[in-house]
């Protein structure tokens, strides 16, 4: 066995200490992600707990509502027949109950999808104005009810004589824009408005909604995206909504290669902008869409 000099014993015992530094350096920084992560656990099973809290009342409340305002509708006879207007205003409270709650339900569905990774895209010829009058359209009982005008301006031809459709899949154009038009109705004030501009630009189609409702700070921007993560929680909630329409917009944006930015300020409202480019996969030229839903044509121009 080789005696070690002093000089060889102190530069072994240098090499050995250091390497136990590094030991406990990488000990402490996997200490720390760990701790991270075991946070976001915590994070993500209370967000859960908190949606599944607050979807039993999104889902129970519309449905006693409609049980109940159908029911009276139901029990009327000749002797106890109901004025017209009562029956008209409970018909108009059937509907808005049932719209926000297949409202919310589709997004759960889309969320399951997207979770378990079989949400596909479907691109074909779209015809955006239809399109996003059409989903405008869905929301104008609600914003009626809370007196919200919405205003649209669009462009979806870039040129004069160029093609009215834009190549992407209709089903997703659809969603994200009616989860935008909710969100802006939903935090809008009474009496306010809502603005929307469509227009191609580039080989993109843009869209911003403004609405004037309560704003978002620069610390809580991050967090609207998250899933179930909502800014209000609790019992003191003021507004619907399951923490889901936003996770879903911006995942379905980037699944279209696009983006989504917020400008916003608390009190001052808030700007969603969206770009989402046109698909390069060949479509063929019988196949559009005006709404949402695929159309095909034979080679003599009928369904």
């Given amino acids: ?22 030991a406990l350096h990488d000990m402490r920084i996997m200490t720390r992600k760990l701790e991270s992560l075991n946070r976001k656990l915590q994070e993500s099973e209370a967000s859960k707990s908190s949606f599944l809290s607050n979807i039993k009342n999104e889902i129970n409340n519309p449905l006693t509502s409609i049980l109940g305002l159908s029911e009276q509708l139901m029990k009327s006879t000749a002797k106890t027949k109901l004025d017209p207007d009562d029956i008209s205003t ?15 339900l589709k997004n759960i569905f889309i969320a399951a999808e997207l979770e378990a990774g079989e949400a596909h895209i479907g691109i074909s010829l779209v015809d955006c104005a239809s399109i996003i009058n059409a989903t405008i359209d869905l929301f104008r009982h609600t914003a009626e009810g809370k007196g919200v005008t919405i205003k649209l301006v669009h462009d979806c031809v870039e040129e004069e004589e160029a093609e009215p459709f834009f190549k992407t899949d209709p089903e997703k154009l659809q969603i994200v824009l009616a989860n935008l038009v909710s969100n802006a109705i939903e935090f809008s004030p009474d009496g306010s408005e809502v603005d929307i501009k469509v227009w191609r630009e580039s080989s993109e189609l843009r869209m911003t909604v403004k609405d004037h409702g309560v704003g978002i700070t620069e610390e809580e ?3 609207i995206f998250d899933r179930f993560r909502q800014i209000e929680t609790g019992s003191t909630k003021t507004h619907k909504g399951q923490g889901l329409g936003l996770s879903i917009t911006k995942a379905i944006v980037e699944m279209l290669n696009g983006e989504i930015i917020v400008s916003s300020a608390k009190g001052k409202g ?23 839903n695929d159309f095909l044509f034979d080679e003599e121009g009928e369904f």
């Fill in 1 to 22: 066995m080789k005696l070690l000099t002093d000089a060889e014993l102190i530069e072994e015992l240098k090499k050995r200490f250091q390497e136990q530094e590094k």
């Fill in 90 to 104: 409970m018909a108009r409270l059937i509907h808005e109950e049932a719209f926000g709650l297949d409202f919310q």
């Fill in 221 to 223: 921007k991050p967090l």
């Fill in 270 to 292: 808030s700007i969603f902008s969206v770009s989402i480019p046109e698909s390069d996969v060949t479509v063929d030229s019988d196949v559009f869409s005006t709404d949402g």
